[in-house]
């Protein structure tokens, strides 16, 4: 029987119920009684679901009784018919499903009973892939993500690796591609007598298909998108997702070389680089890897040559900007692998926990560290960790042929190498048990000790597992303890290295730091590595908008009214982004693969900040580093404000960006979004009609609306933009602006149409209510918005025409402090004047060579700013669209 402890309620059961359990495809045999999830909410946003028993049923119509004592009505077609009700019930099957490989009845017998052990009471949490699957379908695999090769460079190639991911996906798993080995934009086709749309247009038609696919029956394709260093399209890779629509559907990351890295320390130059496509062998041997390339003899081509600092700068922006691209040190990475010597990694699954070689899969488990404090002595029950370890690392082990394959490279792959991914969640709550606070100088030493602990515990079972069943097939004791991980493991511990050297050892890697997101939540701890987000927050997902407490902090406050958390209570933004970076890196010391890991900065951390913290991570020796700015983008999983009932209440039609971000996976939450009114506002507005019935909610919006005068004097400011030249007036009403209108290419374009909506968006926001920060607040809201392309350099930077509106804004505020702090109108004229002619002069200079004379327009197919008026019809430069008038 289930301990109320161990018994799921609220998100947890709906998580259990809708993710792991197992389930019954068929609901038409839906009956009285039946535990189901039933669609309370049917939106493709923001749906959400609710567990209840049916009481009553006539025909296709049932309703459901809710636990919290409602009663709705839905159709059989919308609920989920579960099976698994219990906790109990799936570790029954999971102890099965792991023990059956076993090889005779005995060790069956043996092994089901310690592998239900560890899964008692959520000390092992199988991944995700793991729980749904086994023994549930053959066709679902137990791996939750893979890396496939690099396309072959050719549309049938192409084409080879868009099935091979749509059906992974289709299964339930996420997939890594490597998209180096495909030829830069313009470089000729010469099949068709054409040229390349480049590597990124491929990559966006990966991330268009994943975003059709419902993964394994329950959620969407994930998708990790990476490129190397030297290639030629790099710059457009990192920028991708400031042109709106190319890449919505994928993780972005770079991977970046120890040479890079040099480079841009002692700012040398950098060369973008490609293979001759003329050498007869290009087609048979080319798969993206340029080492091996070169020790064949064959050719290079300079295609381009930059400051390594610049391409940096770049990503380094972008990162700031929107969390994307994260940054892979794969040099490094390689060198560090213990599969170094026969099988190079090349990318790494969506989350980027797991570097992978071609056909690889990620393998995850994760142990429950919560579950390990012995409050007697105030310390890790040390026993009872090692042993489940040892337990959890044949389960995983294990995995590896009980899975079903549905390509056969997966299974060479895989069962030659035996690759698994031992992680942990729980982290964060074990250290508050313990007090100690989270990122501090004595958390390192102490995360040293855990994670030491473990990796030798793992290493050690894993070699006993070799010596009763056989090493993996490629091992070599010499090479395989040359490793940089093995290195260092068996420095420390050389017993390691002994029982490797005597009884060999059973799987190539063997430690991974997923990041747990679902299973954690379920679970109801901390989720992977990662500090507590905050102690009451919304989660939003497709079971629906929730807000959580952490049961940890709740029953400390419960237990103390009248005071305030202790300062070991630590949130995700109370650490500083030094500190997130630390503890990755004292962590990563002990994990042969990678770690999904996420550096929280302040919304005032700036790009230069952000130079510093990457570089930090590399010389700590971290394999990656991703950071979120907080505010940084218009969505995410987890927020601290009840934003998404004011984005329903308060404007059911206002739109947001999604992006599918770098280890910040699938965000889908509102963030700010001045469209909408925030909680408080809602909350005021509420209020106000209640407090004076008399007054119509029409009457209320009027009140606070300004009206135009018949007259108003401004400002008009001059920018180029990738769209051509802007001139934009900004109109003053009582002192403070209250009108911005917009002149931007030719009458009757898209650009012309769209700039004119925007100045009328701004014109309404500045007109309405009685706040005093409107300015500042639109300006950070339309400052740094990337378009197709940008202007200028520094601070006279334009990326779009919104970043050009944020800059008059800008402009008309230093204009206005000069005027209010005592300067004359001869100064304050002077400033504004001096101000746009080095705007002028910067972009002036730089549009030279983009034709900034041409007017631009919108590609209706592509999303870019590059379609041309010309021989009567309208072509786009970047995708070759035509539309004749």
């Known amino acids: 029987m289930l301990t109320e402890e161990q018994k799921l309620t609220g998100l947890s059961e709906k998580i259990f119920l809708d993710r792991y359990a197992m389930k019954n495809a068929d609901t038409s045999g839906t009956k009285v009684g039946d535990t189901v999830l039933v669609l309370t909410k049917d939106d493709p946003k923001f749906p959400a679901k609710e567990v209840g028993v049916v009481i009553s049923r006539e025909g296709d119509s049932v309703q459901v009784k809710l636990r919290n004592g409602d009663v709705v009505e839905s159709s059989v077609a919308k609920l989920t018919l579960s099976v698994e009700k219990t906790p109990e019930q799936l570790w029954d099957r999971l102890a099965t499903a792991m023990a059956s490989v076993e090889a005779t009845p005995e060790k069956k017998t043996e092994w089901k009973g310690k592998f239900r052990s560890i ?4 000390k092992l949490v199988p991944g995700g892939r793991i729980a749904a699957g086994a023994d549930a379908s053959d066709e679902l695999t137990l791996f939750n993500c893979y890396v496939i090769p690099s396309p072959h460079d050719s549309r049938g190639g192409i084409m080879t690796t868009l099935s091979e991911m749509t059906e992974i996906m289709a299964r339930g798993g996420g997939v890594g591609i490597n998209l180096s080995s495909l030829r830069p934009r313009r470089a000729v086709v010469k099949g068709v007598n054409g040229s390349s749309s480049g590597a990124v247009s491929w990559g966006g038609l990966f991330s268009y298909t994943t975003g059709l696919i419902e993964q394994g029956g329950s959620r969407r394709g994930a998708l990790m998108l990476m490129m190397n260093d030297w290639h030629p399209d790099i710059v457009d890779f990192i920028t991708v997702k400031q042109t709106m629509g190319q890449v919505t559907n994928a993780n972005l990351s770079v991977c970046v070389s120890n040479g890079f890295m040099k480079a841009v320390k002692e700012d040398l130059d950098w060369e973008l680089v490609y293979p001759d496509m003329s050498d007869p062998d290009y087609d048979k041997v080319w798969d993206g890897d340029l080492d091996k390339w070169k020790k064949l003899g064959k050719q290079v081509l300079v295609q381009r040559t930059l400051k390594a600092r610049e391409i940096w700068h770049t990503i380094m922006e972008s990162a700031w900007k929107s969390a994307e691209p994260g940054v892979v040190f794969m040099e490094y990475y390689n060198q560090m692998s213990n599969s170094w010597y026969f099988n190079p990694i090349i990318c790494t699954n969506p989350c980027g926990e797991q570097g992978l070689p071609a056909w690889g899969v990620c393998n995850l488990s994760a142990i429950n560290l919560s579950k390990f ?14 042993e489940v370890v040892r337990y959890s690392t044949r389960f995983l082990d294990n995995v590896i042929d009980k899975t079903p394959y549905h390509f056969e490279e997966n299974r060479i792959n895989q069962q030659g190498e035996r ?21 501090s100088p004595e958390s390192l030493l102490f995360l040293d000790r855990l994670y030491s602990f473990m990796a030798k515990e793992a290493y050690l079972a894993s070699a006993d597992i070799a010596a009763e069943k056989g090493s993996f097939e490629h091992f070599q004791a010499e090479p395989f303890l040359q490793s940089g991980f093995m290195k260092t493991m068996t420095s420390v511990f050389p017993e390691v290295g002994v029982a490797i050297q005597q009884k060999g050892i059973r799987n190539v890697t063997v430690i991974t730091q997923a990041p747990t997101g679902s299973t954690g939540t379920m679970v109801g701890t901390s989720t992977g590595i ?15 908008f929730d807000k959580q407490y952490v049961p940890i902090a709740q029953d400390w406050k419960d237990a103390h009214p009248n005071e305030d958390l202790p300062d070991y209570f630590v949130t995700s933004m109370d650490m500083s982004a030094e500190d997130h970076i630390r503890v990755q890196a ?35 020796g971290c394999k990656g580093v991703t950071m979120y700015r907080d505010g940084s983008r218009d969505v995410q999983v987890l927020s601290t404000d009840k934003k998404e009932e004011a984005q329903v209440e308060g404007n059911a039609e206002s739109s947001s960006g999604a992006d599918a971000g770098a280890k910040v996976a699938a965000p889908q939450v509102e963030s700010a979004n001045s469209n909408t ?82 100045g009328r968006v701004c014109s309404l926001f500045l007109r309405y209510g009685d706040h005093g920060n ?28 919104a970043d050009a509106v944020a800059k008059a804004l800008e402009m008309y505020s230093e204009s206005a402090s000069a005027y209010t702090s005592g300067a004359g109108e001869a100064e304050a004229d002077a400033l504004v004047t001096a101000t746009q002619e080095v705007v002028m002069e910067t972009t002036t200079q730089y549009a030279v060579n983009r034709n900034s004379a041409t007017s631009l327009d ?25 539309k004749c008038n």
């Not at 404090?373 to 090692?386: M, N, P, T």
């Not at 693969?593 to 590399?618: H, P």
């Not at 919108?858 to 035509?882: D, Q, R, T, V, W």
């Open 858 to 882: 919108l590609c209706p197919s592509c999303g870019s700013a590059s379609l041309i008026n010309s021989e009567g019809c309208k072509n786009c430069s970047n995708c070759g669209f035509s």
């Open 530 to 544: 990662e500090p507590y987000f905050a102690f009451e927050y919304y989660r939003q997902s497709r079971l629906g």
């Open 677 to 758: 009114l925030s909680g408080a506002s809602q909350g005021n507005l509420q209020g106000s009609i209640q407090d004076a019935p008399q007054i119509t909610p029409a009457q209320v919006v009027d009140k606070q609306y300004k009206s135009r005068p018949q007259v108003l004097r401004g400002s008009t400011y001059k920018f180029n933009t990738p769209f051509g030249m802007a001139y934009i007036t900004i109109n003053e009403m009582n002192g403070s602006p209250s009108e911005v209108f917009l002149n931007v290419g030719k009458a009757g374009s898209d650009v012309f149409a769209m700039s004119e909506a925007l």
């Open 774 to 801: 409107k300015v500042q607040l639109l300006t950070k809201h339309l400052k740094g918005i990337g378009g197709s392309g940008a202007i200028g350099f520094g601070a006279n930077r334009v990326e779009s025409i």
């Open 373 to 386: 404090y012995d409050a007697q002595k105030h310390d890790v029950d040390w026993d009872d960790l090692g």
């Open 586 to 620: 004292a962590i990563q010391k002990w994990v042969d693969s990678s770690i999904s890991k996420t550096a929280n900065c302040s919304a005032d951390f700036t790009v230069e900040d952000t130079k510093r913290l990457y570089e930090l991570a590399f010389d700590l």
């Open 119 to 122: 899964l008692e009471d959520w």
């Open 419 to 439: 690759r698994v991914g031992l992680g942990t969640m729980g982290l964060a709550e074990l250290m508050i048990k313990l007090k100690i606070r989270y990122g």
